[in-house]
């Protein structure tokens, strides 16, 4: 449901987009990701939405078997 929000659902990630960057971070295979949520607001949730999306989205990309070769935590 928040896809189209964080363009979860795009064919082609921009990266200039938080999924197209943690896409490409995993892709190189780096030990560490840092998102900092500092300039995110409080107001309604917002934090915790777009922390819940990120986790949605990988979960469904390691159900699917995307990290089978390299898993991630």
């Known amino acids: 449901q928040f896809e189209n929000i964080f363009g979860f659902n795009k064919l082609k990630s921009d990266e200039n987009e938080l999924i197209g960057q943690i896409y490409k971070f995993i892709n190189q295979e780096k030990s560490l990701l840092r998102i900092g949520f500092e300039h995110v607001g409080f107001d309604f949730q917002a934090r915790e939405i777009l922390a819940n999306a990120i986790g949605k ?4 990309a390691a159900r699917k078997g995307r990290f089978k070769q390299s898993p991630l935590v």
């Open 57 to 60: 989205n990988l979960l469904e």
